[in-house]
């Protein structure tokens, strides 16, 4: 029956998950891509939401660090979706993982999104390849959203990509620092430092997306901004107390002051007047 068949599924992934923990896996990465069931359907995953929130439950439950591939953005991506995401990755906790969760899909060349764009920018149809110039940094292509994408969604795009540009490097950075740290102790600050500002980011989208209006969605934003703002302040203390080490003062002089910087800089595009960071 397919209840036995289910059972006995189960019993072979926990088999599975035991022998990777006593072998010593410390971190194992699963494909998500969405935990929108239509966005799912577009990506031709195969699976369903409970099965990927299934997986991420076991692996967890086996004491085995999680990372997930998510795709959160695509070229034909509602408003509804983005809030199916946003309850998917607060049901399953998977911003609690060093993963990077809000991406937009890649038109990589030769993959199947990218022939269907560049089909459709010959039939002058959206959503549709910008340009024929490929990015040499990814090799993908820009796309144009399709014209039934709501403003709303664009909007929320646009202004991650700013947020993000505020941290993205320090993330990095921690990464950098959380692997190469011998200590058990330092590490662990280290990994709470990096879950810290991933969960930030979760929080800011999370605000944004479940908004009802632009005025809300606008003023969440401002809020969101002003917490991370606070969270830099924090982390710009812990190094002073020696909580955060590096080999140079890389994280201090260079990547705090470029985020209070971008800060700064959202904040006035959102037409607030943030005092200036001491």
Same mark, same amino acid.
């Given at each position: 029956s397919e209840v036995r068949k289910a059972r006995k %599924?189960?019993?072979?992934?926990?088999?599975?998950?035991? !022998?990777?923990? =006593?072998?010593?896996v410390l971190k194992t990465f699963i494909g998500v891509e969405s935990g929108s069931p239509s966005q799912l359907i577009r990506y031709r995953k195969g699976v369903t939401i409970e099965e990927s929130a299934e997986s991420a439950r076991r692996i967890r439950n086996a004491g085995i660090e999680l990372e997930v591939g998510f795709v959160f953005f695509d070229p034909e991506v509602r408003l509804d979706e !983005?809030?199916? +995401? /946003?309850?998917?990755?607060?049901?399953?906790?998977?911003? $609690?993982? +060093?993963?990077?969760?809000?991406?937009?899909?890649?038109?990589?060349?030769g993959s199947p999104i990218e022939k269907r764009l560049r089909d459709r920018r010959k039939d002058n149809l959206t959503p549709r390849l910008v340009s024929d110039q490929i990015s040499l940094d990814d090799l993908s292509f820009e796309y144009?959203?399709?014209?039934?994408?709501e403003a709303a969604v664009i909007w929320i795009l646009k202004l991650h990509e700013t947020w993000e540009e505020q941290i993205q490097y320090m993330v990095r950075y921690l990464i950098t620092l959380y692997r190469n =740290?011998?200590?058990?102790?330092?590490? =662990? !600050?280290?990994?709470?430092? /990096?879950?810290?500002?991933?969960r930030l980011d979760f929080e800011f989208m999370k605000a944004i997306i479940m908004a009802q209006t632009d005025i809300e969605r606008r003023a969440a934003a /401002? $809020? *969101?901004?002003?917490?991370?703002? =606070? %969270?830099? *302040? *924090?982390?710009?203390?812990?190094?002073?107390?020696?909580?955060i080490k590096e080999p140079t003062p890389r994280l201090r002089d260079e990547m705090l002051v470029k985020a209070f910087s971008d800060n700064t800089q959202i904040l006035r595009m959102l037409g607030e007047t943030p005092e200036d960071f001491d």
């Open positions: %599924h189960n019993a072979r992934a926990l088999k599975v998950l035991r !022998l990777l923990k =006593e072998a010593n !983005l809030r199916d +995401n /946003i309850r998917f990755i607060e049901d399953t906790r998977i911003y $609690e993982s +060093n993963s990077r969760l809000f991406k937009p899909l890649r038109a990589q060349a144009e959203f399709s014209d039934k994408t =740290e011998t200590g058990p102790r330092a590490r =662990e !600050l280290l990994y709470h430092q /990096i879950l810290d500002l991933r /401002i $809020e *969101k901004l002003y917490g991370l703002r =606070e %969270h830099l *302040k *924090k982390i710009n203390r812990d190094i002073a107390e020696g909580m």
